[in-house]
């Protein structure tokens, strides 16, 4: 099984629907993230957390919304999903070994694919 | 705003050759840097790190050469295969922010 696992994998829908994407984790991780995949600009980051308690905007976070229900899930939102939302969406994962404060490697799961039309 | 880029977005290697992919990134104060593959359909995995106080890093087959007075960080892959067909990024960092990627090279290798 996948350490990090994200569902759906693929989703069509309609503009202007809401959708979830989900992510769990079973690294034992703190940090999670969202990242947004697109041809010819790489990844870009949406969303993070660091603990349960902790939510941070990232690069794009505007039209997103996020949730971390606990350390191993964390939810990305669109409330009304648009055209211009059609990407491959990456959630990931770093540890935070006590007493070094670095982010380190991202570990990441398969990708969700998110096309709005 | 300051941003990791690379110079080429495509790369064609012979198998066997030698690979070079290429990454200039604008933070001066990143301390930090990846090299992440990623294959079709699948997400991005680690390669190797470099800290910003050395200057080269080997591993199987890869080595990671950092340069911070042109702020310049390139992966060498030895003897290419056709397995090393992949998208690569370079990300930096840092301290505890958050991992910035690159726009990433597309490496493809003929047989």
């Known amino acids: 099984d996948a350490d990090v696992t994200q569902t759906p994998r693929n989703r069509i829908t309609k503009t202007g629907k809401r959708i979830m994407l989900e992510c769990s984790q079973t690294k034992g991780h703190d940090r999670m993230y969202w990242y947004r995949q697109d041809p010819g600009l790489g990844l870009r980051l949406i969303y993070y957390?660091?603990?349960?308690?902790?939510?941070n905007k990232g690069e794009i976070s505007d039209g997103y919304s996020v949730s971390r229900q606990a350390q191993a899930k964390f939810s990305l939102s669109l409330e009304s999903a648009i055209p211009n939302q059609t990407a491959l969406y990456f959630c990931?994962?770093?540890?935070?070994?006590?007493?070094?404060?670095?982010?380190?490697?991202?570990?990441f799961g398969e990708g969700s694919r998110l096309t709005v039309l | 705003g300051e941003s990791v880029g690379l110079h080429l977005p495509t790369l064609s290697v012979q198998e066997g050759d030698n690979s070079i992919i290429n990454c200039a990134y604008s933070n001066s104060a990143s301390d930090y840097f990846i090299w992440y593959k990623q294959e079709s359909g699948k997400g991005p995995q680690f390669i190797i790190d470099?800290?910003?106080?050395?200057d080269k890093r080997q591993g199987q087959r890869v080595t990671v050469l950092l340069n911070k007075t042109v702020k310049h960080l390139s992966l060498q892959i030895a003897a290419t295969q056709p397995g090393d067909s992949a998208v690569y990024f370079c990300a930096e960092n840092r301290g505890n922010t958050p991992l910035v990627f690159g726009k990433g090279t597309r490496l493809s290798v003929i047989a």
């Open positions: 470099i800290r910003s106080n050395m």
């Open positions: 957390s660091f603990d349960v308690k902790d939510i």
């Open positions: 990931a994962t770093s540890d935070h070994p006590r007493g070094i404060l670095r982010t380190g490697e991202l570990f």
